[in-house]
């Protein structure tokens, strides 16, 4: 009961938020000067050489098609509609087409990206963590520590700039700037072959997301385990006669699992940032070079739907991460109703 | 043997007397130290290739098992009765092998495949691998300049004036098809021209009164046309119909899609009525795009209905595929050094060291060489008053149309400072706009120069009235206006035009006008430049000759050049606007060579003393191309009458069996 | 439950005599070697932000035109004899290979140029004041550029010395605008609570749902064309703080309302004192040392931000010039193949970055009454 009014209550809570996040993305939109219309004729008038005024009553019918004469509240209204019933986002006006096909397949790319890396790093973070506090002030730790200090400080477009320069000068490599090499591109199916080409040209981001990744979670999971082995069920638990190694898995790596599991929201979001930097530098056609481009030329349709999917899909992520965590562990729900 | 030329010497006999010469203008370019060096063999215009029937014709083996099972036609009959026939005596490395793939890399992007509606392919060769015009220049650059009448026929196969020069009468191959097997014939030409050119609506490459004033064309029979002019004219108008300009379209599939033809259809819906991912489309191309992969590839395969062959009977291209890998122009020379990709124009001086350090090695996949200098930037400034935003653009417009700010600002740039932080090296030299050093109507007499001279600027433009009088640094607007600011857009994908504008922006700071650098991506600075809406442009520009996109350079007609469009049908030009504009008319009606060459140098003197642009500087490119292809003659230029993609003449360029890269859709055509 | 004892102790702690939380704390900090170098670090960093011009040989815009994307120059003090002198460093002897025209620096010892500490030079400003002595340069003339120029000619180490100011600048002013306002609304909220708490809870929810880069990017997008560059500058900071400040107020909220049930603050209640003395005397107080970290958790992130920003060109603008923004010019490839040294602010992010993380975690450490070390 107290499972199903908590999910109630949640999802409750993420409705007034996405429609929150739909005003905002719709406000990117309003916000620029001139409106979808007026680019419109900007482009119409540069490819076919017509003069504004021939373009004037065209303007107009489009302007009216389109509801652009209809009050901001109006607009909003069909907007949502759009995207709501029909998957309707608007137009690009750079790649004049619409922007579900501009997107298209790249938000996938960046969120599978985004997942993989999230998985790996997460992974990663939590066996460097037990290792550095089982191994504290040794060498090991201190290498551990290490590493995760490196993948914090240096920023993310660096190290991304310097594995570009060891592709292009130093490796003479061909994997730049896309996601396939041209005999896998028209293979529809699935194949090992393929998929490790794919990563001969994703790896970069792999690397470098994991790596910046993981050490946040090293360092969370290396002070909790510390914490948790000086909590006093863990001596009762070695008094019962439980090995070293017994308690270690049993009790208190469980129990340091805990926060950062809870975390994995706050993670995804910085992984996708962390997918966007890297693909920006590299040039892999996943979300990131979009977004730069429709920033620099202000294509706020591409923008604003970017914009709204990412924190639509975060949001939603959230809800399912809490769900999840609810689920396996009831402290959750109930510390959720202790709250307030 | 006795045609051996050297490029050096011809270009450095110029310099040396003219820098002695002496001239009327105050200030001379520093000499120039070319890079280039090549030595090739000139040849004639019909040595390259000419018009016949052979007894026999043979194919691609896998369009002949085609042929076999009834799929295709007999290749004699996908032929035309006199195909074109290249001499083997003008290829460097003899008659070709069938198969494998060359492979481009290039940095743009389909707008889509109407190309006569004005859209691009992307570039880099895609264009120019699809469309084939009436008239050829790429080649040109290996005729003997003896024989250098005019550019090489194409689907043009002859043409003739009548005696007064009123009259133009063209004759197209006859027999030849589209790749869907459609015959080409007059009709396409009558499309194009009236339907498209002549079509205000339609933003034809070719823009309508372009070509000549009260230009009419006449269908004769199925293969001929003739065109009649209200003035004389002279041989340089054929100039036009070569590539972008002169490239006919599929009539037959496009016709139903333009409003003329089709009340329902609009001039939006024909500009995009073949988009991107919708292949094949009908070309007369020697490949025809089949598949488009957005930001990842487009896949041309072999046009079964080609209509050239080699002196064996060959049916030509030798390549059975062509792939444009869609990635970014540095990584055009980067994959090409890296043996990835097979050729490149090398035109971004910053790459030049390491390729050159790369091609070194033993066993470096591609050889490298310099051409002249034939690649020039400038800021252009926008003289028209449309696409003003407001009352400040409006004044700027005003302050630019002065000729005295236009030289001060000339003077103001460093230009060695901007080629050194384009590139350390010898490969820039400063421009002032006109012809780019490496073109063969170069005069150095007629080029004015503004040599660097902050103090010089600074006094004039106190001299205009504008001083800095809120004191942050910035001169402001005469009569208490705002700050000078200048938005200046430039197409971000080049490094090279970004580097040059911080150095101009960093070196007109210091006389108070302020830059702000408007980054933009190809598309977009295109549509922003041809509708007007910026105050300043940085750009390149080739200057090769006169008649060669002369809309970017010369006011030749009411949207020429996009820094002075006209507004709502009006515009004044300057006085050496007219200047410039009558002696290009006469340049383009004059069949007198010593006329011709005067005028090729008082526009020369016209633009670089008025400071017409205001040029940064030029430098020469490089061609990469892999070792295992056969075919690209060694002196390609990578720029001089047409891109060395043009140039290089990639219809008979072939692999050995062995070298062949493995094909990704092999014994396939395209399917309509 | 653990919060709540530790602010206990807290409380304890400010009230008793002997000694008092803060020297306790600093106690406990210096003792930590890690936090101490930490706090080394960010000390250099800000006093390159006041004393930029002092450090700077040359201004950010001061061109050399004969020194176009030169290397570094190692500083030596044993002379071509082999002998100790005064430091020095040797200028360049450069070379072009005729083939492939690359350039060559050979340092050269006959182009040595001596270097002095507090040499005139060009003028600069400090805190308003105009200075002409500089902290070292050279002795004869010849300019010395300790980490080479850029592709027009300009010094490196100097433009990092000036770009030290924007880039901290921004993160100084966006830390604590977000500071500010953080902390107003999550104390406020967590003390009155009510329908007010219910309201700011859910708008900092909000703010904190949104990915954060996608926003600053379309954000960026709508800011005016031809603004000038310092009122990109104010924007751009401002959008950095519009999401910095909900993380602060959820925190604190947490904390007010756990605080507010301790008995030196019901005391305090009862006794009649009113909201703003209480806040200000007993909270605020309290809150203090979590604020303390957080600005310095927060100081590094925004560089890295900014940094990034401005790498891509759509963060400080030209003539400003901040590290991201001087990175800039090493986004494209070939620059940074032929002069490396261009990364060299990459050497400053990550100092600072490190530094002000390791004050961080010492000063966590040591407010933190239960840490073991």
Request: charge should be negative; glycine fraction near 8%; aromatic fraction near 10%.
């Amino acid at each position: 009961m107290a499972l199903l009014l908590y999910f109630v209550k949640r999802i409750l809570v993420a409705i007034p938020l996405l429609i929150g996040i739909s005003i905002v993305s719709f406000g990117l939109v309003v916000a620029v000067p001139g409106d979808f219309v007026d680019s419109w004729m900007a482009q119409t008038m540069a490819q076919t050489g017509m003069s504004a005024a021939e373009l004037k009553p065209q303007a107009e019918e489009l302007r009216q098609k389109l509801g652009l004469d209809k009050s901001l509240v109006h607009q909003y209204v069909l907007w949502l509609k759009g995207i709501v019933f029909s998957g309707d986002f608007g137009q690009s006006f750079v790649y004049s087409r619409p922007v579900t096909e501009v997107i298209g397949l790249r938000l996938p790319r960046t969120l599978g990206l985004a997942i993989v890396t999230l998985i790996l790093g997460q992974g990663i973070g939590v066996f460097l963590g037990i290792y550095a506090a089982t191994h504290q002030y040794k060498l090991g730790d201190n290498l551990a520590t290490l590493i995760a200090f490196l993948g914090i400080v240096i920023p993310k477009f660096v190290m991304s700039l310097i594995i570009l320069y060891l592709m292009a000068y130093v490796w003479n490599s061909s994997y730049i700037g896309s996601l396939y090499s041209p005999e896998f591109i028209l293979q529809e199916h699935f194949s090992f072959a393929k998929l490790w080409d794919f990563f001969l040209h994703v790896w970069p981001i792999l690397f470098i997301s994991v790596w910046a990744g993981q050490a946040y979670t090293t360092r969370m999971m290396r002070g909790n385990l510390l914490d948790v082995m000086n909590a006093q069920y863990i001596e009762t638990a070695r008094a019962k006669g439980l090995s070293r190694r017994q308690t270690l898995f049993r009790h208190a790596v469980p129990n340091a699992l805990h926060p950062v599991i809870m975390n994995m929201g706050g993670r995804f979001d910085y992984m996708v940032k962390g997918e966007i930097e890297i693909a920006i530098v590299l040039g892999i056609p996943t979300l990131g070079p979009l977004i730069l481009s429709s920033v620099t030329e202000r294509d706020m349709y591409v923008l604003s739907a970017i914009f709204l999917l990412v924190s639509a899909l975060l949001v939603v992520g959230n809800l399912v991460a809490d769900f999840a965590l609810a689920v396996l562990d009831p402290r959750v729900r109930r510390a959720e109703f202790t709250k307030e | 043997m006795n045609h051996l030329k050297s490029l050096r010497h011809l270009l450095g006999a110029s310099v040396c007397l003219t820098a002695i010469g002496g001239s009327a203008l105050a200030d001379k370019l520093p000499p120039e130290k070319d890079l280039s060096g090549l030595e090739y063999e000139l040849i004639g215009r019909t040595d390259l290739y000419d018009y016949r029937a052979l007894d026999s014709y043979s194919e691609a083996p896998f369009l002949a098992d085609m042929a076999a099972e009834g799929k295709l036609p007999a290749v004699k009959d996908r032929l035309p009765k006199e195909p074109l026939v290249f001499k083997t005596g003008a290829m460097v490395d003899g008659a070709g092998e069938y198969g494998g793939v060359f492979r481009h890399v290039i940095g743009g992007r389909p707008e889509g495949w109407n190309w006569m509606a004005g859209q691009h392919q992307g570039w880099g060769g895609i264009n120019m691998a699809m469309q084939e015009c009436l008239v050829r220049q790429g080649p040109r650059w290996q005729i003997r300049s003896e024989e250098q009448t005019g550019p090489l026929p194409n689907l043009a196969k002859t043409w003739g004036w009548n005696d007064d020069h009123t009259q133009l009468t063209m004759q197209l191959i006859e027999g030849a098809h589209w790749s869907d097997g459609d015959p080409f014939d007059t009709e396409d030409i009558r499309f194009w021209w009236e339907d498209n050119v002549e079509d205000e609506n339609v933003s034809s490459r070719l823009s309508k009164g372009s070509l000549a004033p009260g230009a009419k064309l006449e269908i004769l029979d199925e293969s001929t046309f003739r065109w009649t002019f209200s003035e004389p004219q002279s041989e340089t108008l054929v100039e036009n119909l070569a590539y972008i300009q002169g490239c006919p379209g599929p009539s037959h599939v496009l016709k139903e899609k333009h409003p003329k033809y089709n009340p329902d259809a609009t001039y939006e819906g024909y500009t995009n009525s073949m988009p991107g991912e919708a292949l094949p489309i009908p070309v007369m191309g020697a490949w025809v795009p089949v598949l488009h992969k957005p930001d990842e590839l487009v896949v041309m395969r072999r046009n079964p209905f080609y209509w050239k062959v080699d002196e064996q009977g060959q049916q030509l291209p030798y390549f059975n595929e062509m792939h444009f890998r869609l990635s970014s122009w540095d990584d055009r020379t980067t994959q090409a050094v890296a043996g990835s990709g097979d050729f490149s124009n090398m035109e971004n001086p910053a790459n030049y060291v390491a390729a050159l350090k790369q091609s070194q090695s033993p066993d470096s996949p591609v050889t490298v060489r310099f051409g002249k200098r034939a690649l020039a930037w400038r800021l252009e400034l926008n003289f028209s008053d449309i696409g003003a935003e407001d009352e400040v653009d409006l004044a700027l417009r005003d302050l630019f149309r002065n000729k005295e700010f236009r030289i001060a600002l000339s003077h103001a740039l460093d230009r060695d400072a901007i080629g050194q932080a384009v590139a350390r090296g010898p490969f820039a030299y400063p421009y002032t706009g006109g012809f780019t050093s490496g073109s063969a109507f170069f005069d150095y007499d007629s080029t004015a120069y503004q040599p660097f001279d902050q103090a010089k600027a600074n006094a004039m433009l106190d001299e205009l009235g504008l001083q800095d009088t809120d004191g942050n640094g910035i001169r402001n607007l005469p009569n208490g206006g705002d700050d000078i600011e200048i938005d200046v857009i430039f197409n971000s994908g080049r490094n090279d035009t970004r580097k040059q504008l911080d150095a101009v922006i960093s070196q007109l700071g210091e006389i108070g006008i302020r830059i702000i650098a408007r980054g933009l991506d190809k598309t977009n600075f295109e549509t922003v430049r041809n509708g007007g809406g910026f105050n300043g442009m940085i750009n390149r520009r080739g200057f090769p000759t006169l008649t060669r996109e002369p809309c970017n350079n010369l006011p030749i007609s009411a949207s020429c050049p996009f820094f002075h469009q006209s507004k709502d049908g009006e515009r004044t030009l300057l006085p050496f606007e007219e200047e410039i504009e009558a002696a290009y008319r006469t340049f383009i009606s004059s069949n007198d060579s010593a006329e011709k060459l005067q005028m090729t140098r008082d526009i020369q003197r016209l633009i670089t003393e008025n400071a017409y642009v205001i040029g940064t500087i030029q430098t020469p490119a490089a061609l990469l191309v892999n070792r295992r292809i056969k075919n690209a003659h060694p002196g390609t230029p990578v720029y001089m009458f047409e891109w060395a993609e043009d140039g290089i003449i990639r219809e008979r360029l072939w692999t050995p069996t062995a070298e062949q890269v493995k094909e990704l859709l092999p014994g396939t055509i395209a399917e309509y | 439950m653990n919060a709540l004892t530790q602010l206990d102790m807290n409380a304890e702690n400010a009230n008793h005599v002997s000694l008092s939380y803060w020297q306790l704390v600093r106690r406990r900090f210096t003792a930590n070697r890690y936090g101490m170098a930490g706090l080394i670090g960010c000390l250099i960093v800000l006093s390159c932000t006041i004393f930029g011009g002092f450090f700077a040989p040359y201004g950010a815009q001061t061109k050399d035109r004969n020194a176009i994307s030169s290397p570094p120059q190692l500083i030596s003090i044993i002379s071509p004899d082999g002998e100790l002198t005064r430091p020095f460093v040797r200028g360049f002897e450069e070379k072009m290979d005729p083939v492939t025209f690359e350039f060559s620096f050979e340092p050269s010892d006959n182009k040595i140029v001596p270097l002095g500490l507090f040499v005139k030079g060009e003028p600069y400003e400090i805190l308003g004041l105009t200075f002409e002595t500089h902290l070292f340069g050279s002795l004869n003339g010849v300019p010395v550029h300790l980490l080479g120029t850029d592709g027009l000619g300009r010094d490196v180490f100097s433009r990092m010395m000036y770009g030290t100011r924007i880039t901290i600048l921004m993160a100084v002013m966006v830390m604590a605008a977000a500071c500010v306002i953080g902390t107003m609304i999550g104390v406020s909220s967590g003390y009155f609570g009510g329908t007010y708490d219910l309201v700011v809870q859910r708008g900092v929810e909000f703010v904190k749902s949104f990915p954060d880069l996608p926003l600053y990017l379309a954000l960026v997008a709508i800011l005016p064309r031809r603004a000038d560059a310092m009122a990109v500058f104010i924007m751009f900071a401002a959008i950095l703080v519009l999401l910095r400040w909900a993380d602060l107020a959820r925190e604190l909220r947490g904390k007010v309302v756990a605080i507010k049930s301790v008995e030196f603050v019901k005391a305090a209640v009862a006794v009649g004192a009113s909201d703003g003395r209480i806040i200000r005397r007993h909270i605020i107080p309290n809150m203090s040392s979590h604020i303390l970290v957080w600005a310095t958790y927060t100081l590094p992130e925004i560089i890295l931000l900014e940094s990034f920003l401005s790498f891509l060109g759509v963060g400080v603008q030209l003539p400003m010039v901040s590290w991201g923004s001087m990175l800039n010019q090493a986004r494209d490839i070939q620059a940074l193949t032929a002069a490396p040294w261009l990364l060299a602010p990459v050497g400053m992010i990550v100092i600072s970055v490190l530094a002000f993380n390791a004050l961080g975690d010492g000063l966590r450490d040591a407010m933190d009454p239960y840490s073991n070390d």
